[in-house]
């Protein structure tokens, strides 16, 4: 599978995004699927995860009540709805997934991913 994201973008404090996650080579809708993102010097930190099997959303506390994921099966797109932005948000944001299911208590770790986009920068002006 490839995933290709994109919506990235320069916003003002308070702003929105929504970035886009499309796959190729195969349908992702039995994959489990996550949000990361990364600043330079930091590890790649959690933002959100979607499990497969009844599409239940997990957010970090960093952005719950602000950020939405998504996913459109019949566009194989992944999708993170970003409003009330702030300039701590900014980071490069990458999508993630894994084929089958992730045990909630992993669901937040990187390393439970086994395939990754390129990212696309978000950059959050104050």
């Known amino acids: 599978v490839q995933l290709q994201a994109s919506g990235g973008g320069l916003v003002q404090a308070g702003g929105s995004l929504k970035l886009s996650c499309a796959a190729f080579?195969?349908?992702?809708?039995?994959?489990?699927m996550g949000w990361f993102r990364q600043t330079a010097g930091k590890e790649r930190e959690f933002v959100a995860a979607?499990?497969?099997?009844?599409?239940?959303?997990r957010y970090a506390d960093s952005v719950k009540g602000r950020f939405t994921m998504s996913r459109d099966s019949a566009k194989n797109t992944l999708y993170l709805q970003m409003v009330s932005l702030k300039p701590e948000d900014t980071a490069i944001y990458y999508c993630?997934?894994?084929?089958?299911?992730?045990?909630?208590?992993?669901?937040?770790?990187?390393?439970?991913?086994?395939?990754w986009g390129q990212g696309t920068l978000v950059t959050v002006s104050s």
């Open positions: 993630a997934g894994r084929n089958g299911r992730i045990i909630t208590s992993a669901m937040s770790r990187a390393e439970s991913y086994s395939y």
């Open positions: 080579g195969r349908t992702i809708s039995r994959d489990s």
């Open positions: 979607i499990d497969p099997w009844n599409g239940s959303t």
